[in-house]
């Protein structure tokens, strides 16, 4: 008997990548399909094999044992406290709990949180650094996207003290147009991404104060930039070494905190490629040394172990399950 | 009358390029269109309009006024002193003058130098920092293509003193394919290249000690990367300014040093993309705060201003014609 | 002293490369451009070098000597009567003139004809088999980028009667998305288009009435394919010859016919890829023989031979100026 | 206790996709991994997941129930022969078993037959439609990317009778790059592929034969295409119907031919994108009118469903494993 999790905004891309994902889930199945408002008439499927997505319905929350926001931010919100009060476990994959202060996310996103009083109870999932709070959770932020290529890398270093406390901690980050989502726009027209590339939100991208806020520092500087790809990010951090350390310690370290680690992995060599990890949950790590600084390689699947497939870890911790079902 | 130029190497991008150009220059035109060995029997064209290209003939340049070498480094000086020896002018795309120590040049090129003689001589030609001395010189190092995106905008930054002298000076550097050139490779190969992106030559990249000589400093952190895109370099450097400084201050001053320049643009706001000076000889630049450092994009067009454009700038200039010709 | 040009509609791609092609004109400047509608307040450029679009102006119209439309069809007749009236040429980009019966335009369309009292006037300017009327002409229709690469092999073979007159004549076609226009759609959202491919509009695009009406027969099956470029056009057409008749004579004819034309090339051997004509006002042809039919290779760039270039054709002869003015 | 198999030639494009395709199968495991050659010392792994492949072994033929071979043409003949006497069964992903005449091979593979003993016996494992033959074989010749994209389509529509006899059948066919396979060349080098598209081998493609071969005549009319996409052949068939067929009762015909079928679907209305099948071994297929002819639109993943997944199902039937298993 497999446990039943619903999915909510289903029809964007990570919604579908979690369907794609619980095809195969040995114990999860997704029963409940829906968009993210009651009464919206949700497409026809464009393709046979495209699955049917149902109008938002309250009701089928309470028949799940966990639930998926795959909303925009704002809108996971008023789901998530109903799926709460009936006794589901949730993953919100929106921003909409990820920053722990109200003021920020108001900042931040523009509006005052939909419901601040959920903001100290959620935890942030980024699964590796926090597994047994996520264990105990009702309710998990999943990490960004971004966020979760610059911090698996940099919080051990941080950790063992082997950053200089006073340089800036620089991540340019690259990623896919799918973190743009489904929708149509001028940025995702294929004519403006196609044999093109531009950084953006320099200065004032959503994901700085959240690496920020993990990362427990503001000396973050992080500039994202947009590949003529579909699928992956890549993040080559600029960090200096605190007095005495080297590249070579700072791999050591990061070996050492996810040897024993499934979907993380530290080159002992060489640097990954996007391609080393599209379609899987794996985050591939190298560090080399470059003249006074380290550089750090950082690659995932930004619909995977930066959305979907982190959401899927988390729920299945939440839910009691082997954490890398339905991942491998 | 037009002047007449020679292209040995014409076969590769930059030639192309370079011919493509000269094709619509009102004072220039391509008389001896050359491989760069002799005996080497050229291909014959693939379609009907591509160029008919010659094997090397050294008699050929006694027949023209300037000679552009598109050779691979170490073939380039041979050529070169015929050239000199014959009187001619002489704009050198290849490695080969770039590095004014020969001791140097060995380190990273991996061989002797095989003309030291000609290096003391040789202008490292980033026009818009060299025009009297490439006006004067006879043999001209066209500046890498990377090393020209990152020069443009750190020169005047260095030389204004708004730089914090300790900190270290990062470019994250990506280009499109065409920069590897012609030749098939397992690192072009389409199914390596199309929905990848990578960063390669970590910590040795040649074009690293090109660009801390012309800096003056060795505290160049750069790195480059692969896109999957056929022309355009985008880096983006992270600066720490000097005690006081902004990185407001940073924009005026390369907006008082390029304001006169064709071929160098300073943007008030907003960012440039790869689409912005593709098939152009320009140069955009852009600076924004952000936290504790200035970020600064530099776009360019590898196979243009990063190679046979501000080549042909550079030729203009030793053969007393108008820089910009052929180039708008 | 150059001829002025006004361009309505400019914010588009064939407005923006008519606005390309013009600044390098030795005899053509163009001083009105302009969006389609009065009041329409136009987008302020994107980036500093980008072209500054004005709101519709009628009064401008009678400033110049020719008026390029590249409105959306339906809203080009208008604007092309009040240019007319006031004693001006008129190339029109969109579909309005291009069938001659406003019965099909209203079927083809879905909308009655806004101008039928004009169709009998209008030229269908597929320049090299209409020269002589071009000329002459107040208002032109421009060609359909498939179209244009159908007819042009197509059209000498038909009138030297070499096809089997009872057999279907086959093109499958494919276009770059810039046919798609510049506005963000679902079908050219980037991750709809990146590593996809599709037929559309079999048996119900627009292309087929009017390349049947050129052609003359209603036996042509025309089948539209959307590539993953940005530019190009390559239609391989099925053609069974008459009995008797061999492709290497099909070939002969069309070297014969287009011999003496600048823009239109017939290859004795290999076949024209895209690339050949990207960013030239070139259409390549070739012709092989394949079993039981010819196979006909035809490639253009659908921007230019296929819409702004041809249409600079037309309005040089409208204008009395040499017809590959600012084409070259 | 899973199964045995062996692959050889395992570093190019359909090797992985078998590794990948096993690594998830629930009978069989992949114990033997070679390349096509003994003494070939083997490169070590790129990326530290990418698989160890040793150097050819015959001896490990023996440790094995099946064998796939993933060699050039040519060199699986002899592989196949040492496979078939230690009694394992032999799926040949080449060309070498494909056609039944080893005339035919000579002049289309330009070399005799080196195991022409072993034609009559192999099974053309275009699984569908040999079912039957390809459980008792001992030798499956697994039909090509493109011939398995026509045949689909084609086969169930000249059974029934449905095709004019005397007219072509034409299959105009797009491919992406991984059909040209893992090893660097001019035409797969990215900026060769990238932006641009064109058809290739007009009149003489080594899969025309094999096609007429299988449909029983030579009326075919086959031309592929290379797409700048990796993965996925969209095939575009023109057929013109028998007297009083319609394109209705053809989709009619195909969908009671495959209605059963699980990995063939043909839909009711629309048509299938390569994005449909990619990465999953379904061919898809829908039938128009348009005009005189009937359009049939087919897709499928090369490497999958024209490659390594067909190569699976095969070997599922002739070990005795449900026919679909590792291909879910």
Chains 1, 2, 3, 4 share one sequence.
Do not use: W
């Not at 406390?165 to 149509?184: E, F, L, M, R, Y």
């Not at 990890?277 to 790590?285: G, P």
């Amino acid at each position: 008997m497999k446990k039943k999790v619903a999915i909510v905004g289903a029809s964007g891309y990570t919604g579908r990548e979690l369907l794609r994902l619980l095809a195969q889930h040995p114990f999860l199945q997704a029963t409940a399909v829906m968009t993210a408002r009651a009464g919206t008439q949700p497409e026809p499927p464009a393709f046979p094999n495209d699955p049917v997505i149902a109008a938002y319905d309250e009701q089928a929350l309470r028949t799940v044992d966990g639930v998926f926001l795959c909303t925009p931010h704002g809108a996971a919100s008023e789901i998530a406290k109903a799926a709460l009060a009936a006794g589901r476990k949730v993953v919100d994959l929106s921003a909409d709990f990820r920053l722990r202060s109200p003021e920020r996310y108001a900042a931040v996103y523009g509006a005052p949180h939909p419901a601040p009083e959920l903001l100290t109870e959620a935890i942030y999932g980024l699964t590796e650094h926090a597994r047994a709070a996520v264990t105990a959770a009702r309710l998990v932020a999943n990490p960004g996207c971004y966020p979760t290529s610059v911090l698996l890398p940099l919080l051990p270093l941080l950790q063992a003290g082997l950053l200089d406390p006073h340089a800036p901690i620089v991540s340019d980050s690259k990623s896919g147009t799918s973190g743009a989502g489904k929708n149509p726009s001028e940025r995702t027209h294929f004519g403006n991404v196609h044999e093109n590339f531009c950084a953006y939100g320099i200065g004032n991208h959503r994901h700085q104060p959240e690496i920020c806020q993990q990362a427990g520092t503001e000396r973050v500087v992080f500039v994202p930039h947009l590949l003529p790809t579909f699928r992956g990010i890549l993040s080559t951090l600029y960090l200096t070494p605190a007095t005495g350390t080297t590249a070579e310690r700072m791999r050591s370290c990061l070996q050492e905190r996810y040897g024993h680690e499934a979907f993380v992995q530290v080159y002992a060599k060489g640097a990954p490629e996007l391609r080393c990890v599209q379609m899987s949950n794996q985050c591939h790590i190298a560090v080399h040394a470059c003249g006074p600084v380290a550089v750090v390689v950082s690659v995932l699947d930004n619909l995977l172990k930066g959305a979907s497939g982190q959401a899927l870890q988390n729920m299945n911790l939440m839910l009691g399950l082997p954490e890398g079902a339905g991942l491998s």
